[in-house]
């Protein structure tokens, strides 16, 4: 069975910094794209940051110099680091994890919750 598990969200002030983490299970974790996305309430859910197998991240006009993605195979786990939080970063985050090839998969996390205040 696989699963993600997001963990690290939470409230925090403009400014302030928070590491999300997500552990993969059930999956041979070092050939998967991982990626982050974000919902905020109303709106679709986009990419935040993704890292292919490979370890080559790529972060969102609007997070760069401020998230930093990147990824543990001997954890199985991808992180998140963001820094310099604005109140527009308020959403939940979800972990994906992705490969194409013959027979792609795609599996999603349950999400994490950052608020972050003003």
């Known amino acids: 069975q696989v699963q993600l598990v997001e963990s690290g969200g939470g409230l925090v002030q403009a400014g302030g910094s928070l590491r999300l983490s997500c552990v993969a299970s059930?999956?041979?974790?070092?050939?998967?794209?991982m990626g982050w996305y974000r919902q905020a309430p109303g709106k679709q859910r986009e990419l935040v940051a993704s890292?292919?197998?490979?370890?080559?991240?790529n972060h969102a006009d609007f997070v760069k110099g401020r998230f930093t993605i990147s990824r543990d195979n001997v954890k199985n786990t991808v992180y998140l680091q963001m820094n310099s939080l604005k109140p527009e970063d308020t959403a939940v985050y979800y972990c994906?994890?992705?490969?194409?090839?013959?027979?792609?998969?795609?599996?999603w996390g349950q999400g994490t919750q950052v608020t972050v205040s003003s």
């Open positions: 059930g999956i041979i974790f070092r050939i998967y794209d």
């Open positions: 994906n994890a992705a490969v194409v090839g013959l027979r792609p998969r795609d599996y």
């Open positions: 890292i292919t197998s490979g370890g080559s991240p």
